[in-house]
């Protein structure tokens, strides 16, 4: 009896013991189940993004004169002054700088010299003409009398011709020793390195006593005024915006200061690659506080 009670206590324990087991082992697959149904992922945030007004547009660039170029040298030389610095204003025509002329000087003065000797030897040959010319009339007079000969008479008269060939011939050598004259002073007033129009010397590139070739930039002038923002628009704003119209300019540096600009130019075309149209508009009125380069904005309203 005994045994037979011990082995139904066997059982019962082995029992338990697999029904723990089978306990433990489901358990984490049911916990696990809740956590992957009921745990939500990270909800994506639409962005904010504004909704631009198709009647206004706001235009940034920077200010801009038509007139700014660097000033080249025209020859080869040896820069020896130097009369304009960054920052000075300069008059058209203004000399900022000289190059070395002192071979072009003494060329100059000796075709000067050959001009005048020239001259002189034209006059001579000019006053010979009228004299050979009067022999000529007086030997024509004498034929007619009958008191030379024909060959007296041919004579006078080719004389008088030949004379006039050597006054032509005087007359080139005249016309070419000015034009090498000319060519000389030409050539002196390449030397003069000059502002090309009134406005500033932005920036010089070279300093006294420096070798410069034809070619080479010497100083960066650029005019005051008038100042002009050259700026893309839409392709739908094409017809919209007119020649003469006046636009609000505000700069980057004083947004609450304002300034009128006139449009003054409008692309006939629409640019294909970016579907915009160029456009020009001029500053109006006082422009102290403005400069070239600086940042401005141009804004538009499209009429009704």
């Known amino acids: 009896m005994t045994s037979v009670l011990n082995s139904v206590l066997l059982v019962l324990l ?34 904010k993004r504004e909704i631009a007004d198709p009647d206004t547009f706001v235009a940034s660039g920077p200010l801009i004169v038509e007139h700014q170029v660097d000033v080249g040298a025209q020859r080869d030389g040896i820069v ?8 000075a204003p300069v008059k058209e025509g203004e000399v900022l700088a000289l190059l070395d002329d002192r071979q072009i000087q003494a060329d100059l003065e ?32 004498m034929w007619d009398a009958q008191l030379i000969t024909k060959e007296q008479l041919d004579h006078a008269r080719y004389k008088a011709e030949s004379d006039q060939w050597d006054v032509k011939r005087v ?3 005249l016309t070419n020793a000015q034009r ?14 000059r502002a090309p129009f009134s406005g500033i010397v932005a920036r010089r590139y070279v300093r006294s006593g420096q070798q410069v070739s034809k070619g080479d930039r010497l100083f960066w002038v650029t005019a ?5 923002l050259r700026f893309t628009l839409p392709e739908h704003w094409a017809g919209v915006v007119k020649r003469g119209e006046t636009l609000d300019v505000t700069t980057a540096d004083d947004p609450r200061e304002g300034y009128r600009a006139r449009i003054v130019e409008i692309s006939p075309v629409v640019d294909p690659s970016s579907a915009t149209i160029e456009v020009v508009a001029e500053i ?3 422009t102290h506080a403005l400069l070239p380069g600086m940042t401005a904005n141009i804004h538009l309203n499209r009429k009704p």
Not at 224 to 228: F, V
């Open 14 to 47: 082995l029992a338990a013991s697999l029904l723990a087991a089978g306990c433990s082992e489901t358990k984490p697959a049911e916990a696990a189940a809740p956590i992957s149904a009921t745990s939500p992922g990270p909800v994506p945030v639409a962005e």
């Open 80 to 87: 020896t002054e130097i009369r304009r610095e960054p920052g």
């Open 110 to 141: 000796a075709a000067r010299a050959k001009t005048r000797s020239t001259e002189a030897d034209l006059h001579n040959w000019e006053a010979e003409t009228k004299v050979l010319d009067a022999d000529y009339e007086r030997a024509k007079k």
């Open 171 to 173: 007359q080139e050598m």
């Open 180 to 193: 090498t004259e000319q060519s000389l002073g030409l050539e002196l007033e390449k030397t003069r390195i």
């Open 224 to 228: 005051t005024g008038p100042l002009r």
């Open 284 to 286: 109006m009125g006082q």
